[in-house]
Structure formats: C-alpha cells, structure tokens
C-alpha cells in the first residue's frame, strides 16, 4: 500500500476512533456538556489531531449530520425518482429504515433526548418534501390546510416509529417495518381524503 493509502486508512480510522468515543459519551450527556479534551482523552487520540479534522465538538456533530443527510437525500431521491410509488409505499419507506439501521447508535441519540432538535426538523423536513409527490400520486388531493394537518400526522407519528424501533434493538427487519408503517399511513390518506371532501362540500 503506498503512502497515501496508509495516510487514508490512518484518517477514517482516526475519525471511526472519534466517532465511537462521541457516541459513547452521548449515551450520557447532551452535545453542549461535552467538551473536546474529554472526547480525545477518552479515545486516546491528540486534541492537535481533533482540530485538524474539526474546529469544536458542534463542527464534528454537524459534519457526522452531512454524511448521514447525504446518503439520506440520495436514497430518498433515487427511491422516488426511480420506483412507482403508486400502491407501493413500503418500497420508499423501506430506505429510510435501512439507513436508520445502518447508522442505528447515531440516529438513536440523535433522536433521542441528548440529540439534536434541528436533526429531527430537517429530517422531517426532508421526508416532506420529498413523499409529496408520493402522497399526489395516490390521490391524496388535499386543500393545504388538511394536507398540513395529515403531513403532521404522518411525519411525526412515523418519526415515534422509529425512535421506538431504534430504541428496542431493530428487531423487525427494515421490510416489515416499512409494511408495518404503510398499513398505518394509507387509512390515513384515505379519511384525510374524505376528509378534505367534507369540507368542501360545507
């Protein structure tokens, strides 16, 4: 292996050994009371080697966040892009679970009451821009004012969903999860269509 293979390596493994140590002191305590000395003391790696790669606690937070959002963005995009939602929403849901899981000790603090509130608004955000297209292809025709009160519904409900399945261990799969979470959503749409139907005819 050359030189800058071995100086790659030597960084992702620096950055695994920051991340472990992160996580770690985020099961037991918010982001805001952790401070750099103790997370470089407790991984054993020199505070001169955290600032090269991070300015503070919150610049390696926000950067772990960018890696996870991009991914996120990517799977969401290429899932609605590419798949027929029509009659098949387990298959876009699906992803989100897989991610989650794939990162599951991030997304549970994050998540979690020493994570971050502004990941959780930009997760949400994320879904609702991305499935209302998926909602309109259905047939969810709603006044803006039902489609908010239902996207509420949905986002947060399916945000409690996987805070739960996070915090028990996975141990559904990502597939029955996601057809766990359809069974849920499409009554939904239906009465939330029914009931946007009511209201006009008021």
Not at 32 to 54: A, K, P, Q
Not at 94 to 113: D, H, S, T
Request: glycine share 4%; with cysteine.
């Amino acid at each position: 292996m050359n030189k800058s293979g071995e100086n790659n390596r030597s960084v992702r493994n620096t950055k695994k050994k920051l991340l472990a140590g992160l996580l770690s002191l985020m099961h037991q305590k918010t982001i805001s009371s952790i401070t750099v000395r103790e997370l470089t003391e407790l991984v054993d790696v020199n505070r001169g080697t955290f600032y090269f790669h991070y300015t503070d606690i919150y610049d390696m937070v926000s950067k772990v966040e960018e890696d996870f959002f991009q991914n996120f963005n990517e799977i969401m995009d290429q899932m609605i892009n590419n798949t027929p939602v029509k009659g098949k929403p387990p298959e876009v849901l699906v992803k989100i679970f897989i991610i989650c899981a794939e990162n599951r000790e991030f997304c549970e603090i994050m998540l979690g009451p020493n994570g971050d509130a502004a990941f959780v608004d930009r997760i949400k955000n994320i879904v609702n821009e991305k499935s209302s297209e998926m909602w309109k292809s259905v047939g969810a025709n709603m006044s803006q004012e039902v489609y908010e009160y239902f996207n509420a519904f949905i986002i947060n409900g399916y945000i409690g969903l996987l805070q739960k399945w996070l915090k028990t261990g996975c141990k559904q799969t990502p597939e029955e999860m996601a057809v766990f979470a359809a069974r849920v959503i499409i009554p939904a749409v239906k009465n939330s269509i029914e009931l946007n139907e009511q209201i006009r005819n008021i």
